[in-house]
C-alpha cells in the first residue's frame, strides 16, 4: 500500500472534479485531471481548423475545467501559481498514466454502470497499491466494487467530498467489507492531516450521512412552510445564525446548491429506502414546477429568491410571482437576541408559544427522531452523525448535541404529547435515568455509545483552548486577553476582546506575557479559537478619542502598540503567531513581528487601514517592507526603488491575502513561516514551532539599521498617486493618505540608501497616523466602516 501521495488522478472535470483537483494542487500533489473526449468540435476549433484527433479538442473538457478554475469563486486554489499542478487529459489517451498515480479518485456521471466500466479500465492500468475512490454522493459503492480484484477491493473506498472542497471540511470515507483497515486508516488521517478536512466514518447507505439528515430536514422544513403559511424570508430569517446555522439558512442554501441537484439527492434517497419516512423525500409539486422553468437558484439566476438592483425577493410558491422578502417577527426572536449561549437560545425558541416557536419545534424535532432512528444505520456513533452536520452543513452543534441544548427529557415529553414515535433505544436510556447524550468526564467529554458513556478520543492535535482553561485555569488575565499554560512549557496569549479588537487591555498582556514567558517558559503562541484571528484595532475607541480631540492619548495608545510590537520581536525566548481567517491591520501588525508564523490556510491577511483613512500605525509598514528586504539576494545590488513601490502598493491599494500560501505572495508571511491545512491543528502547529525554536537554541535577532529610498523615493512613490488621482482613481483624501504613506515607506527626507533605525520610522508612522486620525474625512470613514460595516470613498 502507498505511503504517501507522491501524484493522484482525477477522472471526471465537472464543478466538483476540478475542485478536488484544485485542492489535490493546493497542498502541492501534482494531479491528472481526465474526461471524456468530444464528439464534435466546438466552433472556435472549427475556425481554427482543429480536428477531432487534435490533442486540443481531446482534452477540451479537461482543459477547459482547469482555465475555469482561475475565475471561480469562491476561488478553488489556495494559490493561482499553483494551477501549474494539474495537467489536463482524457479517458482514451491517457488511462495509462494512472500507472503512475498512487491515489485515483472517480467523479464521472452519477450512473453505476458507467462507474463500473471506469473501474474496470481502471483496474487494468493502476499500479498495485494504489487507492482508488469514489466521490459518489449515494450510488452503493459496495456495488461499485462488484467483478473487481481482491486487490482492487481491499485498495477500494468511498470519499465523499463536499462541494466546494476547498472550504467545506466533511470529508465522509465509505468502506466495504473488503476495505483494508489500512487504507482506511491511511486516507482518514490523510484527509485530516494533510487535505485538512474533518473525517468521518460513513456506512454504505443512500447519501450516507450529511446529506440523508440534510436533506430530509430541508424537505420537512419545506413541507412546513407549506402547512403553516410561512413565506421563505421568513423561514430563512429564524433558520439561519439565530439557531446556530450558517447565514445561508434554508432557502437561500437550496438556492447555492442549486434546485436541481436537490431534488436529484433527495430522488435518490426515495428510490433507496423503505419505511415511515419515504415519503418525506417526495418533491413538492412546486418545486417540480421551478426546475421545470429552469429556476434553479444561483445558477441561473433565480430560485427562491430574486435580486431586482438592491432587493431581495422572495418567490411566492402559489402565486409563483416574487414579492418584497419578509422577516418572521415573533416575541420569542426578540428574547432569544438577548441571550448569548446558544443553548439557553434555542431552549428558548423551540417551546415558545407563538409562530417562531411552532416553526422551529415542527422542523427540529422531525430532524433529532430522524437522526435517532439512523443511529446503527448511517453510522456507528452519534459523535460522527454530529460532526458530519457540523462540518457538512456548518452547523454551530449537532442533532444530538441539539437534543442535550433543548433538554432531552422536556422535549422527549413534548413529542410523545403530539403522538410522536420514540425510538426504543431513546426509551430505554431515559428509563435508566440516562438524560443526555454528553457530559463532562476527567477532564474532557464523553459521550452516549449504547448503554455507556466512553471518552471522547480525537487527534492528539486537535487543541480545545476553552477546555485547557477549565482545566487548568489561566495565568492571567484582564477584559482583552488571557496567557494561558498550553503544556510542555509553552504559554498561549489568547485574545477574547470584542472582534479581537486590540486596545489597551491586550497591549498590557502582550507586555505580561513577554515578561512571564522569558522568566518561565520556553516561548509563547499567540491565537485564539474565535471567528477571527483579529481584525485591527479598536476603531470605535479611537474614533470617540479622535473627535474628543483627545490626540495625546491616540499617540500614547500608539506608541505603547509600536513599543510592544518591537517587545516581541526582540523576545529572548521565541514567540509565533497563529493567525487564521480574517487577519486585518493591527491583525497582521502583530504577526509580523514575531520570530515564525503559524497559519491557517484559510489566512486572510492584509493591511486594510485606507479603508478608514489611515496608515498602519502599529509597525506594519516597517515589518512589511523588512520581509521584502529580506527575500532580496544578499551581496548583490537590487533595486531597493522597486521594493519600496511593491510596498507601498500593497498597503495603499489594501491587498489582502486570499489564502494561507497567497499571503506569501504579498510576503506577510516567508518561506520559513509555516501553513495548516487543518485548522483545528493549528495550535498544536504553533506550539511545536515554539519548542522547536526552542530547542534549536532561539536567539533574539540582532537589531540593524534599515535602508531606505529618502527623498527621490518619496517623489517616485509620490508621482504614482498623482497620476492615480489625476485619472480619477482616487479621491483628494486618498491622495492625502498616499502623501503619509509615501513618507513613511520612503523613510523621510533623507538621501537615497540611507541606513535607518527602526525606532525612526516608527516614528514616522506614529506622526503620520495621529495626523490621519485628525482629518475629518478620515473620522467620517471610520464612522461609516462601524455604522455599515464597509469602506466609504471621500
Not at 430522488?267 to 417540480?288: I, L
Amino acid at each position: 500500500m502507498v505511503q504517501h501521495i507522491k501524484k493522484a488522478a482525477v477522472l471526471g472535470s465537472g464543478v466538483m472534479g476540478s475542485g478536488i483537483a484544485a485542492h489535490l494542487a493546493n497542498i502541492g500533489v501534482p494531479t491528472i485531471l481526465l474526461d471524456i473526449v468530444p464528439r464534435e468540435l466546438a466552433e472556435d476549433e472549427k475556425a481554427k481548423g482543429l480536428t477531432l484527433e487534435d490533442k486540443s479538442v481531446r482534452n477540451r473538457l479537461s482543459s477547459q475545467a482547469i482555465k475555469k478554475l482561475l475565475k471561480q469563486k469562491p476561488a478553488p486554489l489556495m494559490s493561482k501559481d499553483d494551477i501549474v499542478l494539474i495537467e489536463a487529459g482524457n479517458m482514451e489517451d491517457d488511462m495509462e498514466r494512472l500507472s503512475e498515480c498512487d491515489w485515483i479518485i472517480e467523479v464521472v456521471v452519477e450512473n453505476l454502470e458507467i462507474k463500473k466500466q471506469v473501474f474496470e479500465r481502471i483496474e487494468q492500468v493502476r499500479k498495485p497499491g494504489s487507492i482508488v475512490s469514489s466521490n459518489t454522493s449515494g450510488i452503493s459503492i459496495e456495488a461499485m466494487a462488484e467483478g473487481r480484484s481482491d486487490d482492487f477491493k481491499k485498495h477500494f473506498l468511498g470519499t465523499h467530498f463536499f462541494n466546494p472542497p476547498r472550504y467545506l471540511k466533511l470529508l465522509e470515507v465509505i468502506p466495504t467489507k473488503d476495505t483494508s483497515p489500512e487504507v482506511l486508516s491511511f486516507i482518514t488521517q490523510y484527509g485530516e492531516e494533510k487535505l485538512g478536512k474533518g473525517v468521518v466514518e460513513a456506512k454504505d447507505t443512500p447519501n450516507f450521512i450529511a446529506n440523508r439528515i440534510g436533506t430530509y430536514g430541508l424537505h420537512i422544513t419545506v413541507n412546513e412552510m407549506l402547512k403553516g403559511g410561512y413565506s421563505a424570508g421568513e423561514v430563512d430569517s429564524v433558520t439561519g445564525p439565530l439557531i446556530g446555522r450558517p447565514k445561508s439558512a434554508t432557502f437561500r442554501t437550496l438556492d447555492v446548491v442549486g434546485l436541481d441537484t436537490f431534488v436529484h439527492v433527495a430522488k435518490n434517497v426515495y428510490d433507496n429506502v423503505e419505511g415511515k419516512d419515504k415519503e418525506v423525500f417526495v418533491t413538492p409539486e412546486f418545486m417540480k414546477k421551478m426546475v421545470e422553468k429552469g429556476w434553479l437558484g444561483s445558477k441561473t439566476g433565480q430560485g427562491f429568491f430574486l435580486k431586482k438592483g438592491k432587493e431581495i425577493l422572495q418567490l411566492n410558491p402559489e402565486t409563483f410571482e416574487y414579492e418584497p422578502r419578509t422577516k418572521l417577527k415573533a416575541p420569542s426572536i426578540e428574547m432569544s437576541k438577548q441571550i448569548k449561549k446558544l443553548p439557553e437560545k434555542l431552549k428558548a425558541l423551540v417551546y415558545a408559544d407563538d409562530r417562531a416557536g411552532a416553526l422551529l419545534w415542527n422542523i427540529i424535532s422531525p430532524s433529532l427522531l430522524y437522526s435517532a432512528e439512523l443511529l446503527g444505520e448511517i453510522a456507528d456513533d452519534i459523535v460522527a452523525i454530529d460532526k458530519a452536520m457540523k462540518w457538512g452543513f456548518g452547523w454551530e452543534i449537532g442533532p444530538f448535541e441539539m437534543w442535550d441544548a433543548i433538554g432531552l427529557e422536556k422535549s422527549v415529553n413534548k413529542m410523545k404529547s403530539e403522538g410522536k414515535e420514540i425510538p426504543a433505544w431513546i426509551e430505554e436510556m431515559l428509563s435508566n435515568g440516562i438524560t443526555s447524550f454528553y457530559k463532562k468526564e476527567d477532564g474532557g467529554v464523553a459521550y452516549l455509545d449504547k448503554d455507556e458513556y466512553k471518552l471522547l478520543k480525537e487527534n492528539e492535535k486537535i487543541v480545545h483552548l476553552k477546555s485547557l482553561k477549565e482545566k487548568n485555569g489561566v495565568i492571567k488575565k484582564n477584559s482583552g486577553a488571557s496567557l494561558i499554560d498550553i503544556g510542555n512549557d509553552v504559554a498561549l496569549l489568547e485574545f477574547h476582546s470584542p472582534n479581537n479588537a486590540i486596545g489597551l487591555d491586550i497591549i498590557q498582556m502582550v507586555n505580561y506575557s513577554l515578561e512571564e514567558v522569558d522568566r518561565n517558559y520556553k516561548g509563547l503562541v499567540i491565537g485564539n479559537q474565535g471567528k477571527n484571528f483579529c481584525v485591527g484595532a479598536n476603531l470605535a475607541m479611537m474614533l470617540m478619542e479622535a473627535q474628543d480631540d483627545n490626540f495625546f492619548e491616540i499617540e500614547m495608545v500608539i506608541r505603547h502598540f509600536q513599543q510592544a510590537m518591537m517587545n516581541v520581536k526582540y523576545s529572548a525566548k521565541p514567540v509565533v503567531a497563529a493567525p487564521f481567517a480574517m487577519t486585518l491591520g493591527g491583525g497582521t501588525e502583530i504577526s509580523l513581528p514575531t520570530s515564525q508564523i503559524q497559519a491557517s490556510s484559510e489566512t486572510y491577511m492584509g493591511l486594510v487601514e485606507v479603508g478608514v483613512g489611515l496608515i498602519p500605525g502599529g509597525g506594519g509598514n516597517k515589518e512589511l517592507y523588512i520581509n521584502h528586504l529580506k527575500t532580496m539576494p544578499k551581496g548583490v545590488d537590487f533595486d531597493l526603488q522597486a521594493v519600496a513601490n511593491k510596498v507601498f502598493e500593497t498597503i495603499a491599494m489594501a491587498k489582502v491575502s486570499t489564502s494561507g500560501p497567497d499571503a506569501r505572495n504579498y510576503n506577510f508571511l516567508s518561506e520559513q513561516d509555516g501553513i495548516s491545512f487543518n485548522g483545528d491543528h493549528l495550535i498544536h502547529d504553533a506550539k511545536q514551532a515554539v519548542i522547536s525554536l526552542y530547542d534549536k537554541g532561539y536567539q533574539a535577532p540582532k537589531r540593524e539599521k534599515v535602508p531606505v529610498v529618502g527623498e527621490t523615493g518619496y517623489a517616485t512613490l509620490l508621482l504614482g498617486a498623482q497620476n492615480m488621482h489625476l485619472s480619477g482613481y482616487i479621491s483628494d483624501h486618498d491622495l492625502t493618505i498616499a502623501k503619509k504613506l509615501s513618507h513613511v515607506i520612503a523613510g523621510g527626507k533623507v538621501p537615497f540608501g540611507t541606513k535607518v533605525d527602526e525606532q525612526y520610522l516608527l516614528d514616522l508612522e506614529r506622526e503620520a497616523f495621529v495626523s490621519l486620525i485628525g482629518e475629518p474625512k478620515t473620522q467620517q470613514r471610520m464612522q461609516h466602516m462601524l455604522v455599515k460595516g464597509k469602506p466609504l470613498r471621500n
